[in-house]
């Protein structure tokens, strides 16, 4: 059974930092490109970083470039967001997903494979 299961948000004060992380079951991480997505209610789901499967090329939303970093461990089939000075405006849920062929973050319907989620709030 595929599974990808989110943890590390929490609530942390602007300008500080949190590491998401993603593991996955049931399928080889290393063989998708995978990447990290979020949704504040009421808005359509956006794309924050991926990085592919092929050459491990790195992709990143404009508004987060700089401040966030995406990384995969092969040997323990997580995948990783770093996330530094955070600011209110990231308050949102965290998605990671996985697709076999789409290096993209903006073309969100090409990801087949999708975790529940886990909540991120930044605070002044």
């Known amino acids: 059974q595929v599974q990808l299961v989110e943890s590390g948000g929490g609530l942390v004060q602007a300008g500080g930092s949190l590491r998401l992380s993603c593991t996955a079951s049931?399928?080889?991480?290393?063989?998708?490109?995978i990447g990290w997505f979020r949704q504040a209610p009421g808005k359509e789901r956006a794309g924050v970083s991926c990085?592919?499967?092929?050459?491990?090329?790195?992709y990143f939303g404009d508004s987060v470039k700089g401040r966030f970093t995406i990384s995969r461990d092969n040997a323990g089939n997580t995948l990783y967001l770093q996330m530094n000075n955070l600011q209110p405006n990231d308050t949102t849920v965290y998605f990671c997903?996985?697709?076999?062929?789409?290096?993209?973050?903006?073309?969100?319907?090409?990801?087949?494979?999708w975790g529940r989620g886990t909540q991120v709030t930044v605070y002044y």
């Open positions: 997903a996985a697709n076999e062929y789409a290096n993209t973050i903006t073309e969100i319907e090409k990801y087949d494979y």
């Open positions: 049931g399928f080889t991480l290393d063989a998708f490109t």
């Open positions: 990085i592919s499967s092929s050459d491990d090329t790195t």
